[in-house]
């Protein structure tokens, strides 16, 4: 084992942190350990048998140990490079099984404080980092220069499935939507339509047989699904009580056309994380064989983070959460969109640009795409608004779209083409 933490770089970077020398057998394993860890954690490589010895010759010096344990750590690592073991991968593996076994331990250990609080995230996230000591992903990665032939056949072949919002003129400029793994965000004034246009999105991808889960840590699960069956069936919201069997009969109907889904989930604001939705969703998948085509959260910003306790800021946490929901859309295989308010001085703005928006640049870093809609109380009156798209990451920003014909009286953020 001694000489498989000398020879093998990776070991050390792998379980460094958790290795404890204490658990080596004898005095001189102990020692040998001690001093190896030394070396690393100072100088961040491995040390060779020779430096390991003069570590200990160090610990002399300093009048910490005698020269009988330098004499121990000289003989041992002698005869450890003259060992030649049968399986070194398996030493490896066996180092980082005991370092991962220390990490847990502590994990829990520091669960267990955490308990009565009630920080059950917290723990969970715990043991998650201690079980990923020493794992490695050995997936090369894509090689450039080899993957040549492979991508041109890509490009030439089948392109990226890309979903759209349901407003051409704004899927236009995304080159279609977002693919999977990408997070899209509208930025606007309270009351301007964050919410209309996530419903817009989620009909628009049901039309195409897509499946929205939607989750709202705001509105009521009743008052999204109304706003649904407005947009779908093009019944004013308000008349939906007085047109009862005409909508009944319509969304059945134009389910049997497109093929869509939609789940839509309230959670509690604040202390709702990633981790709560993954839990949902994974049961969607398991108990109703629901996959998500597009996840839609309404909205981010009333999210907390599974990981808040790293963070001493608040828009630290709500950028967290903006790059959580990004792994998660790629860890769902689909594209996320949420919402996100302006600040004060973007409440009143006639162009929502990326300094009007609340509590986070971060939003700004860890977004793909955020458009900003944009409405004047003239603008308000004549059902009209503007899109700004204030950064897409592979297309040119700082473009407006509009004036746009607005239907937010059927649930839409842009009035539906003939047609469409």
């Given at each position: 084992?001694?000489?498989?933490?000398?020879?093998?770089?990776?070991?050390?970077?792998?379980?460094?942190?958790?290795?404890?020398?204490?658990?080596?057998?004898?005095?001189?394993?102990?020692?040998?350990?001690?001093?190896?860890?030394?070396?690393?954690?100072?100088?961040?490589?491995?040390?060779?048998?020779?430096?390991?010895?003069?570590?200990?010759?160090?610990?002399?010096?300093?009048?910490?140990?005698?020269?009988?344990?330098?004499?121990?750590?000289?003989?041992?690592?002698?005869?450890?490079?003259?060992?030649?073991?049968?399986?070194?991968?398996?030493?490896?593996?066996?180092?980082?099984?005991?370092?991962?076994?220390?990490?847990?331990?502590?994990?829990?250990?520091?669960?267990?404080?955490?308990?009565?609080?009630?920080?059950?995230?917290?723990?969970?996230?715990?043991?998650?980092?201690?079980?990923?000591?020493?794992?490695?992903?050995?997936?090369?990665?894509?090689?450039?220069?080899?993957?040549?032939?492979?991508?041109?056949?890509?490009?030439?072949?089948?392109?990226?499935?890309?979903?759209?919002?349901?407003?051409?003129?704004l899927d236009d400029m995304l080159r279609g939507g977002l693919a999977a793994g990408e997070l899209g965000a509208f930025v606007?004034?309270?009351?301007?339509?964050?919410?209309?246009?996530?419903?817009?999105?989620?009909?628009?991808?049901?039309?195409?047989?897509?499946?929205?889960?939607?989750?709202?840590?705001?509105?009521?699960?009743?008052?999204?699904?109304?706003?649904?069956?407005?947009a779908v069936t093009m019944v004013p919201l308000d008349q939906l009580r007085q047109h009862a069997d005409h909508v009944k009969g319509a969304v059945e109907a134009w389910l049997a056309r497109t093929g869509g889904a939609c789940i839509v989930k309230k959670f509690p604001a604040r202390t709702t994380t990633t981790s709560d939705v993954r839990a949902h969703l994974q049961h969607l998948r398991a108990e109703r064989s629901v996959s998500p085509t597009v996840l839609v959260f309404d909205y981010a910003d009333k999210m907390a983070s599974a990981d808040a306790k790293r963070y001493e800021k608040d828009h630290q946490v709500v950028g967290a959460v903006y790059d959580e929901l990004r792994n998660l859309g790629a860890e769902f295989g689909c594209p996320v969109w949420t919402a996100s308010q302006t600040n004060s001085e973007g409440d009143e703005a006639q162009v929502v640009g990326g300094h009007h928006i609340a509590r986070s640049r971060e939003k700004y870093a860890n977004a793909d795409v955020l458009v900003s809609i944009n409405r004047t109380e003239e603008e308000k009156r004549q059902e009209q608004l503007r899109l700004h798209l204030i950064k897409v990451r592979y297309a040119p920003d700082g473009m407006t779209i509009g004036p746009l014909r607005s239907d937010y009286g059927h649930g839409l953020l842009v009035a539906r083409r003939r047609g469409g």
């Open positions: 084992m001694l000489r498989q933490l000398v020879s093998d770089p990776t070991v050390l970077a792998r379980a460094g942190a958790y290795l404890e020398p204490k658990r080596f057998p004898s005095e001189a394993g102990q020692d040998c350990a001690q001093a190896i860890v030394a070396y690393w954690k100072r100088l961040g490589h491995a040390p060779t048998p020779t430096a390991v010895v003069q570590e200990a010759r160090g610990w002399q010096e300093a009048g910490k140990r005698g020269p009988e344990a330098v004499q121990r750590v000289a003989a041992t690592m002698d005869a450890a490079a003259d060992v030649v073991p049968a399986d070194g991968a398996y030493v490896t593996e066996q180092v980082c099984n005991e370092a991962r076994k220390v990490a847990i331990f502590k994990a829990l250990d520091d669960g267990l404080k955490a308990w009565g609080a009630g920080r059950l995230d917290e723990i969970e996230a715990g043991v998650a980092r201690a079980g990923a000591i020493g794992r490695v992903d050995f997936d090369p990665g894509v090689d450039w220069a080899g993957s040549v032939g492979a991508r041109t056949e890509r490009r030439k072949g089948s392109e990226e499935r890309r979903w759209g919002t349901g407003v051409p003129e606007a004034a309270p009351g301007s339509g964050k919410s209309t246009a996530l419903v817009t999105v989620a009909t628009h991808v049901m039309n195409l047989g897509g499946t929205v889960v939607f989750y709202s840590f705001e509105m009521a699960e009743t008052d999204l699904v109304d706003r649904i069956d407005s």
